[in-house]
């Protein structure tokens, strides 16, 4: 199916490789022009959490970058190279012997291949480089398939894709990160430079909104310190349990009541026990959060999104405030002008996408 991602949708193009991802990984192949280490952190996490027992290195690897006009990152190869259970191949290395990193023909494609242990792969075709703006910000456009009916053809597309690519040595790594500190530093920056932050100025409390949260896909909320002993509780804005699901009436109430279980994913781990509750002491709704011991997340000073995968089940990410994705997502709802704030007197901001 096509995929397309953009300002007012962002994060589709990483949204679709979890997705392919869901049902399990034990190997990833990605083909991408440009490769990015903030984009690499991002998939290596998404890996991570859909390997054999939540460990990356259990997955084989096999990552293939342009060297063409000096846009990908050295520190992104190193990170593949660092890794278990990595290989590392690159396209252009020859035009280092001229000491050149410009090309007649360069090197452009965009493949990411997963493979699963029943032996069965999915895969995403498209638009999008390996980098943090190319999975979340920018416009793109893709082809996901979450299974193909054979494999030989993937496999011969990958083969044709990764083309005269040779393998990344440190002799080679050395020689292209000189070649690249020599270039100016203004043509790589549409793919890597950082996306601006937006400013939102005016947002009324959720709870004086007349908007229907079910009605919408994905809910984020901006997190700064939680609460709990373990610091997993975090506080939603009120009315937060209509893109959850249940009615709740109970805002009299002075005591906790429970409202909702949902259960929340990400990758291959699944939490059943994150219940929405109505706090009554503070006039706050909060959900318990699944802790780092959990495989969970550190969710202090992030953006937490909840996007919707099914009736009572929600895939969990958490963004780094001040992110590309954060800020992406942010924009994207300001532009539906889907943001509120989570309470009538807090600095943390809330917002809706995705609607349905």
Not at 90 to 112: C, E, I, N, Q, S
Not at 119 to 132: I, K, M, P, Y
Not at 138 to 151: F, K, M, Q, T
Not at 239 to 244: A, C, K, M, N, P
Request: glycine residues 10%; charged residues 20%; aromatic residues 6%.
């Amino acid at each position: 199916m096509f995929i397309v991602q953009s300002q007012a949708s962002p994060g589709t193009m990483l949204n679709g490789l979890r997705d392919i991802m869901r049902d399990g990984v034990v190997s990833a192949r990605v083909c991408s022009a440009y490769v990015t280490l903030s984009g690499s952190r991002m998939l290596a996490d998404c890996i991570a959490r859909s390997a054999p027992g939540g460990k990356l290195e259990t997955v084989e690897k096999t990552i293939v970058a342009s060297l063409d006009f000096g846009m990908t990152e050295p520190d992104a190869l190193r990170f593949w190279q660092d890794m278990d259970n990595s290989r590392i191949l690159v396209a252009g290395a020859p035009h280092l012997d001229a000491g050149r990193l410009t090309t007649h023909a360069a090197f452009h494609p965009k493949l990411y291949v997963f493979g699963r242990q029943d032996g069965t792969v999915g895969s995403l075709v498209g638009s999008a480089n390996l980098t943090s703006r190319g999975l979340t910000a920018n416009a793109e456009v893709g082809w996901l398939e979450r299974a193909h009916d054979r494999v030989g053809p993937v496999d011969h597309a990958w083969n044709a894709a990764i083309g005269s690519a040779v393998e990344l040595t440190p002799e080679v790594l050395d020689r292209y990160s000189a070649a690249r500190n020599r270039l100016p530093t203004e043509p790589r920056g549409e793919e890597t430079e950082s996306v601006p932050e937006p400013h939102v100025a005016g947002a009324k409390p959720m709870a004086d909104a007349s908007v229907d949260l079910g009605d919408y896909g994905q809910m984020w909320v901006e997190a700064l310190s939680l609460q709990g002993g373990a610091r997993t509780q975090l506080e939603l804005p009120r009315g937060s349990h209509r893109f959850f699901g249940p009615a709740f009436l109970g805002y009299s109430l002075g005591h906790v009541e429970p409202i909702a279980e949902p259960s929340l994913v990400s990758g291959q781990m699944r939490w059943d026990e994150c219940p929405v509750r109505w706090h009554g002491d503070n006039r706050m709704e909060r959900i318990n959060l699944p802790s780092v011991g959990k495989g969970g997340y550190e969710y202090e000073h992030s953006l937490v999104l909840f996007r919707r995968i099914e009736a009572d089940t929600f895939e969990l990410q958490v963004h780094p405030r001040g992110s590309d994705a954060a800020r992406s997502l942010i924009a994207a709802s300001q532009q539906l002008g889907l943001v509120f704030r989570v309470g009538l007197r807090s600095p943390r901001l809330t917002g809706l996408l995705d609607p349905r």
